[in-house]
């Protein structure tokens, strides 16, 4: 069948018919390398020892290529590639706006350090077992999902996600481990089928699954659309990937069962993708929805923060205190999502950044801790400053971040969010977010006294624990982001804020995907 | 026609949920598979209900003819249900596993990683 | 279930369904049929010979490890869409070449070798699995035990977990 068989038609009305610029290729590359080096992982799956440095070479490579498309997305705007050149809404697109970008970066940040703490963590069984194919194709899951323009995409960048999280969370295949697994694995198939439920309801409506167009079709929709129970279904699907109250009970049954890279990697990434979805899908597609749920998302956003913060104090294992931690910083990005204007959404990005970083750093510190003072309880933690004073100072900054206090990381989205609540006049959620803080920074304290201040409670013989770079470099790292996101907050302020408003307002991303203007 | 699929979508989300109600695992596990199958339909039947015009463009013609059936949702089902198989295969063996490791389908007594008696941090030192 | 009648006619039948299985994947070009309906096939023939022969000799007859298959096949298919950045085309979009192999005119694009990449992905991951399921099957316990087993409702929450000594496996 050769091309000049076919009949004469304008091919420049379904096909991009231009090469691309060589760097809209930075919006597929991210998702293409880590599929890439995962088959081949796969594929030399014997040789157990090229894993480690094929993978830690791979996740560089993916913070450069974040980096790259972050720089050119802030300086060029959004930046779309439509797959097989057919033209969006038919072709599936993959748009990076900054939000995206910014999301993908801080994952890919997060992944390496966890990559980099793996190399001492994860033994050769795990390794045989698969688990750097399984981190490559979670990573892949986790940037398509950040970077594609399509919601249906999104789904299937979903259950990308959420099938390698499967293989890693039983990784070992302890009781344990199984049992874990299983809550989680149903409970959260249930909700990528509640988002699935929600995605047919929407074609019904819209036609189109690009989100680009569906942002402009949601805002000129008749009146009678079944539009407020389309947001109720995403809202209730995003909110139980992400774990908020009343739907947030799978997390600590399963995050504290794992290995700790694991958990790591879970804690930072795979809630977070939950809410970015929440985000995009509540802000940028179906705003005018969401005003009419937001009072029942800032319900459910302050009970999340209490009681992730209660929940955090009343813990005895370490791992399970900071899995509600993460339940708490969850109840904060929700309530920037309830309030809903251009400031709150800013600083819910700024939080859900933030969060990325510090929550991988609680968990890689709490697996450090354990192997330091040999056990994952409070009750018999204890005399970790004198044992290692260095990792203390890094643990002590860490739970600063994570609380919310100057001059860390967890500050200012917490202040951007405070105002934004006082400023619609939610002085309710305002108050949750500031007990919810005040809780937390008692739960870490305990964590801080117990574990690291008071002498040993059983005087064990003192072995000496060689420090391990593959373990300091990445806590070493991570504390220095906070650090520096703290005290020189200005760049991200200003690029979260970039971010929110460019969601409030998609014109520019619509552009991106429809470059000549929409074609009926 | 599309009334119809409507309450048949409805029946077998009624059944899922029933199912997924029950403690043990291999009733939420057959719930959890009765519900990909109740959203197969429904997208199915978002993408309009026609009889008999498969959506091939005909030799010598340009587009669809008119009344042809919508192959987005077929194709959005052809991928769900490659999922949802995978999930499944998946599940059967963990949920398998489960029943061989921990020796019960009960998930209230499924405490192993959540002991109901740990106690609670202590208060000072 | 290795009864003679079906030894006997699994590898008649194994070898039928993997050549079926090609002539599936090659037709799915332009009609019914490509490389999922085709990786499904091949796997069930390898899952026949599995049910007559034993898991051991479908892990000697495939050489390689069904997840490396599937690794193999997620890196072509990788490739083939990668390919066109050095077109300048977008991602994914179907490169052809019409090479003269015999006197015939052969259209080959890389969506061909997309969809052998699918074909082996679908492969090697069903039989993966299969092989698994299979294999917890042959190194069943014994009927007596079975038989000794407490129903599931009475086995005591969080005291001796019953653990039953496997033979150790080498899934994946």
Redesign the interface.
């Known amino acids: 069948m050769a091309a000049s068989a076919s009949p004469a038609v304008d091919l420049s009305a379904a096909l991009v018919l231009t090469p691309p610029p060589l760097g809209d290729w930075l919006v597929v590359l991210p998702v293409v390398l880590m599929i890439g080096t995962g088959a081949l992982l796969m594929m030399v799956r014997k040789s157990v020892r090229l894993h480690g440095a094929i993978a830690i070479a791979a996740l560089v490579m993916l913070v450069v290529l974040d980096a790259a498309l972050l720089w050119r997305v802030s300086l060029h705007g959004p930046v779309t590639m439509v797959m097989g050149r057919w033209l969006p809404p038919y072709g599936i697109a993959f748009t990076a706006d900054l939000f995206g970008a910014a999301m993908a970066l801080a994952a890919a940040i997060a992944a390496l350090a966890a990559g980099l703490f793996s190399l001492a963590d994860i033994d050769a069984a795990g390794r045989r077992y698969g688990f750097y194919p399984f981190l490559m194709l979670l990573m892949a899951g986790v940037s398509g999902a950040f970077l594609t323009g399509d919601i249906f995409n999104l789904y299937v960048w979903f259950e990308v996600l959420l099938i390698s999280s499967f293989g890693l969370l039983i990784l070992g295949s302890e009781p344990r481990q199984i049992e874990g697994a299983l809550k989680y694995a149903l409970l959260n198939l249930i909700a990528t089928t509640l988002f699935l439920i929600a995605v047919g309801i929407l074609y019904a409506i819209f036609g189109t699954l690009n989100m680009a167009d569906i942002a402009t079709k949601a805002r000129l929709a008749p009146p009678d659309a079944p539009l407020t129970t389309l947001t109720a279904l995403f809202v209730l699907a995003f909110a139980m990937k992400a774990a908020a109250f009343p739907v947030n009970f799978w997390l600590p049954a399963s995050y504290h069962t794992p290995r700790i890279v694991v958990s790591a990697l879970f804690g930072g990434l795979l809630t977070k993708v939950g809410i970015y979805a929440l985000i995009r899908v509540t802000i940028m597609l179906l705003p005018v929805e969401r005003e009419a749920l937001s009072f029942v998302i800032a319900v459910s956003a302050a009970l999340t923060m209490l009681l992730g913060a209660l929940g955090a104090l009343a813990q005895m294992d370490t791992r399970r205190l900071i899995g509600y931690v993460v339940i708490a910083g969850i109840g904060n990005m929700m309530a920037g999502v309830a309030v809903g204007t251009p400031a709150a959404v800013g600083g819910a990005v700024l939080y859900a950044l933030h969060s990325v970083i510090t929550m991988t750093a609680l968990y890689l510190m709490a697996g450090e801790a354990a192997r330091i003072g040999g056990s994952w309880s409070l009750a018999s933690l204890g005399g970790l400053y004198r044992r290692s004073p260095g990792f203390a100072a890094i643990s002590f900054l860490l739970m600063l971040a994570a609380a919310g206090l100057p001059p860390l990381s967890g500050l200012w989205p917490k202040v951007a969010l405070l105002k934004a609540a006082l400023d619609i006049g939610a002085w309710w959620l305002a108050a949750a977010i500031l007990v919810s803080a005040f809780l937390l920074t008692l739960a870490l304290a305990r964590v801080f006294l117990l574990a690291y201040w008071r002498p040993q409670p059983t005087p064990a013989v003192e072995q000496p624990c060689p420090t391990d770079w593959r373990i300091t470099l990445p806590l070493a790292g991570l504390a220095v982001v906070t650090l520096v996101f703290g005290v020189f907050p200005e760049p991200v302020l200003r690029l979260s804020q970039a971010a929110a408003d460019s969601l409030a307002d998609p014109q520019a991303y619509i552009n991106s995907v429809f470059p000549g203007g929409r074609v009926p | 026609m599309e009334a119809l699929f409507a309450v048949l979508v409805g029946f077998f989300f009624a059944a899922a949920i029933y199912l ?1 109600l029950s403690r043990h ?1 291999v009733r ?2 057959l719930g ?1 598979a009765l ?2 199958n109740g ?1 197969n339909l ?2 199915f ?3 309009r209900l026609v009889r008999e015009v498969p959506p091939i463009i005909v030799a010598g013609q ?1 587009t669809l003819g008119t009344g042809a059936a919508n192959p ?2 077929q194709a ?1 089902i052809l ?2 249900i ?2 949802s198989f ?2 499944f ?3 059967l ?15 209230d ?7 109901s008696d ?5 208060m000072g ?1 | 279930m290795n009864t003679l009648i079906l030894r006997t006619v699994a590898p008649a039948l194994t070898a039928l369904m993997l050549l079926f299985s090609v002539f599936v994947l090659l037709r799915g070009h332009n009609e019914p049929g490509g490389g999922f309906i085709g990786g499904l096939i091949a796997a069930s023939a390898l899952a026949i010979y599995g049910i007559a022969f034993g898991v051991g000799a479908v892990r000697r007859a495939l050489r390689f490890h069904p997840m490396a298959i599937a690794g193999a096949g997620l890196f072509l298919a990788t490739l083939s869409g990668l390919l066109s950045i050095l077109f300048g085309v977008p991602f994914m979009t179907g490169l052809w070449v019409y090479p003269r192999i015999l006197g015939l005119e052969v259209p080959l694009a890389t969506v061909i070798s997309f969809d052998l990449g699918v074909y082996l992905v679908v492969l090697g991951s069903i039989v993966s699995i299969a092989l698994a399921l299979e294999q917890d099957s042959e190194t069943e316990i014994p009927d007596a035990e079975v038989a000794q087993a407490p129903p599931l409702e009475q086995v005591p929450l969080r005291g001796k977990r019953r653990r039953r000594d496997r033979q150790p496996r080498e899934t994946r």
């Open positions: 997924m695992t939420i596990l959890v519900l990909g959203v429904l997208l039947t978002t993408g340009e987005l949702p959005l991928t769900a490659v999922i995978s999930f295969a998946f599940l063996v963990l949920t398998y596993r489960a029943y061989q490791e921990l020796g019960t389908d009960n998930s007594r499924m405490r192993l990683s959540e002991p740990e106690p609670l941090p202590p030192y």
